[in-house]
């Protein structure tokens, strides 16, 4: 199994309704794929040292579990998935980093 692990920071942040409803759409888009075995997403919990953040602080943190590589590829190149972004930047920029890897527990 692999993990798919986004750290999504919209700056400014986003209203709780509007991030509530984005994570809805890249959850609808992940599974729809067919690729996914598991989905999570939470958001960020903030804190004081939040400010701090060197290069940007999460929104939320979202995790896609897929079988290998090539369900992962899918996955990325499921129907609708540039459009989904696209419709989100435009409408709230965010930046996205992530990290590919075996389960970590």
């Not at 794929?33 to 979202?62: C, K, L, N």
């Amino acid at each position: 199994m692999i993990n798919h692990t986004m750290i999504v920071s919209f700056n400014p942040t986003i209203p709780d309704d509007e991030l509530d409803r984005y994570l809805q759409d890249i959850e609808a888009l992940m599974k729809g794929s067919g690729q996914v075995q598991t989905f999570a997403a939470r958001r960020h919990i903030r804190v004081a040292g939040d400010e701090m953040a060197p290069e940007f602080v999460a929104s939320a943190i979202v995790q896609v579990g897929v079988a290998d590589r090539a369900a992962l590829d899918a996955a990325f190149a499921a129907p609708g998935a540039e459009e989904l972004i696209g419709r989100w930047q435009a409408r709230f920029p965010y930046r996205v980093v992530w990290a590919n890897h075996e389960p970590l527990a």
